[in-house]
């Protein structure tokens, strides 16, 4: 199940079961998402990006999703595995010339149960 | 490819020292980097951007005499923080915008955990 703390939602599966993390991003006129795995006391670590002329892209086991008309992403992991408990965060860049910050949502914990 | 080399992972200071964070990039040359803070349970917050031989960019609320970011060269950035003081304890983390394909953007360094007594 889900569950919003003080400060990061959780998201609680099963081992072997499909996850879907999501997030609502700020800019409409943000061009590209990315999302990130951060483990306990790590930087984060690039698992999949998209650019805002697409609205599917596919990795290995991962999906995100984007719909520009209601500004979501969402990152799916297929078989979630043991290993894939982290936080996960989606980061937007705007668009513009010269415009290379990234803004990260708040961000999702992921609780793999064996 | 692509990799962020920072250090140290850890620090602990006294009050009122100084700590300076090294972000050098291993295998190519950072032009842009950008330094975060992340509070625990907390999203990373853009604290600065550093363009190699210019000065930095701060956001809002950061102190630029506090945070000194240095980017002297392509492949080195550093973060000062000066005076500390137990609020500035927190992870820092740099991160470099990779030009190069099909890396994916940006690459982030391993974090400096700083606790100031």
């Known amino acids: 199940g889900e569950s919003v703390g003080l400060h990061l939602p959780t998201l609680s599966v099963q081992e072997g079961d499909n996850s879907i993390i999501n997030c609502a991003y700020s800019?409409?006129?943000?061009?590209?998402f990315i999302w990130y795995k951060q483990e306990s006391g790590k930087g984060p670590q690039f698992i999949i990006d998209i650019r805002s002329n697409m609205d599917k892209r596919q990795g290995q086991r991962v999906t995100v999703l984007l719909n520009k008309t209601v500004k979501h992403l969402s990152l799916q992991i297929a078989a979630t595995q043991p290993g894939d408990s982290a936080v996960y965060f989606c980061?937007?860049?705007?668009?513009?010339?010269?415009?290379?910050?990234?803004?990260f949502g708040k961000g999702t914990k992921l609780s793999v149960i064996p | 490819g692509a990799v962020v080399s920072q250090h140290p992972s850890w620090v602990i200071c006294k009050s009122g020292t100084s700590v300076k964070i090294e972000c050098r990039s291993l295998?190519?040359?950072?032009?842009?980097m950008f330094w975060y803070r992340q509070f625990p349970k907390q999203s990373l917050m853009l604290m600065a951007t550093s363009n190699e031989g210019s000065k930095a960019t701060y956001e809002q609320g950061v102190e630029k005499d506090k945070f000194l970011i240095n980017h002297a060269s392509l492949t080195l950035s550093t973060l000062t923080v000066t005076s500390a003081h137990p609020e500035d304890s927190s992870f820092y983390i740099c991160?470099?915008?990779?030009?190069?394909?099909?890396?994916?953007?940006?690459?982030f360094g391993s974090g400096t955990r700083l606790t100031v007594v």
């Open positions: 991160s470099a915008r990779v030009t190069q394909v099909p890396v994916g953007g940006y690459t």
């Open positions: 800019n409409s006129a943000s061009d590209y």
């Open positions: 295998d190519f040359q950072a032009t842009t």
């Open positions: 980061a937007e860049k705007f668009s513009g010339a010269g415009s290379y910050q990234l803004t």
